[in-house]
């Protein structure tokens, strides 16, 4: 009896002795399991949840320091999280890691996209500004300096001169846009749709606000010539090129709650632009051919004009060949030369840039005048002098020999 209590009591002992190892060791795999499923959770947040490259950078180093801490014990997580494994969710983290990562590229760019369209059309409002308030100061000095012409011409060639910068600097600024948006597929333009509320003037704001003062300046009282409206016309039909390339891009863009109304309003103001150049422009060509005695038939636009250029033409030519007057060689003489001279050699780029006149146009003009010179040159005299020579020689022997007969 007191042999097989003793032998109980060291069994229990021994018992006693064990238990505890064993239900640490238990212990000590849940807590492990737990800790791994604990720490693979917040790292999966903090991959979804990370919004810059800094983050991931320490994200990167955390997960690393994860799969060291756990990598010993990948047996029994094995076991724990079957038919999971340690190697795949770690795989799978490895993955939401590199798609965070792509995303997060991709924003940084699009906001240094942003950024730096941000400070284009901050330097681009801002010199156009500048170069507003140039031009109204202009203005005024034009204005105040009436009765004196000589310094009256010389602020119209540098009101001019603004004109011309102005145009280089909204051309230089258009192709930019061309460049930029012409080729860009849908999702980038949606990106930039979204951040585009950084923006405190957008690209299509600036482009209203550029038409507006090119129709204020067309309507200028100022006096301006021929060239600058033909100019304004050829930049109308750059401007107006560009539009039709990409302003459909720009407005669902930059105005994707009204694209059809903002593309809309950029139509009206070219159109009430080109309606104000054309206005000066047809009042100040027909003026420029009068001055210099070629008195055309009325017209008000392109077609109109080419018209009354080959009816002049045309009709001077029939006369010519009806007459042929010293007058109409005169008068063939001086379109010739207006006509090569400063249509030509002065307007001619302008006008083709401006849809004013083609090339094609201008060579049937060509073709008709070498006709027409042709015509109105005078017939020479000389064959006609010769045979009323001969004649009277003719006449006069005649006369002789009836005479020495009698």
């Known amino acids: 009896m007191y042999t097989l209590t003793k032998v109980t009591l ?38 979804e949840n990370a919004v810059s490259t800094e983050d991931l950078t320490e994200i990167r180093e955390e997960i690393s320091s994860f799969e060291a801490q756990f990598e010993s014990h990948a047996s029994l997580i094995n076991g724990a999280i079957y038919p999971d494994t340690f190697d795949g969710l770690l795989q799978g983290l490895e993955s939401s890691f590199n798609t965070t990562n792509s995303n997060i590229s991709v924003i940084e760019q699009l906001n240094s996209r942003v950024d730096v369209l941000v400070n284009e059309m901050d330097l681009f409002r801002n010199r156009i500004s500048d170069m507003n308030q140039e031009m109204v100061t202009l203005e005024e000095r034009i204005a105040q300096s009436s009765a004196n012409e000589s ?12 004109i011309d910068q102005r145009d280089v600097f909204v051309s230089d600024f258009l192709e930019e846009l061309v460049e930029r948006y012409q080729n860009m597929d849908s999702s980038a333009r949606s990106e930039i749709s979204d951040a585009s509320e950084r923006l405190q ?36 039909g750059y401007f107006s090129g560009v539009w039709d390339r990409i302003g459909t891009r720009l407005a669902e863009t930059f105005e994707p709650e009204g694209p059809v109304v903002a593309e809309q309003e950029v139509d009206d103001l070219l159109s009430a632009w080109q309606a104000a150049i054309d206005n000066n422009l047809w009042e100040t060509l027909a003026t420029s051919f009068s001055e210099n005695d070629i008195e055309l038939e009325p017209f008000s636009s392109s077609t109109e004009f080419n018209t009354a250029l080959n009816s002049y033409v045309d009709s001077s030519y029939e006369t010519s060949l009806e007459s042929n007057r010293e007058e109409d060689y005169q008068k063939f003489l001086n379109f010739n030369s207006f006509w090569n001279n400063t249509v030509k050699a002065d307007w001619g780029e302008l006008l083709t840039a401006g849809n004013v006149l083609t090339y094609s146009e201008i060579s049937a003009i060509d073709i008709k005048l070498n006709n027409w010179g042709e015509a109105s040159s005078p017939t020479s005299n000389l064959m006609f002098i010769l045979l009323i020579v001969s004649i009277a020689v003719i006449v006069g022997l005649v006369v002789l020999l009836v005479t020495k007969k009698s």
């Open 10 to 47: 060291s069994f229990i002992t021994i018992l006693f002795l064990i238990l505890p190892t064993q239900l640490n060791a238990q212990q000590s795999d849940f807590e492990i399991i737990q800790d791994f499923r604990t720490g693979y959770s917040e790292l999966l947040n903090k991959v």
């Open 151 to 162: 310094r009256q011409a010389a602020l119209i060639r540098q009101y001019r001169l603004n």
């Open 201 to 236: 003037d957008n690209p299509i704001e600036i482009l209203k606000t550029i038409l507006a003062e090119y129709v204020q300046l067309a309507n200028s009282e100022i006096s301006l010539d021929l060239s600058d409206y033909v100019s304004m016309r050829a930049q109308h």
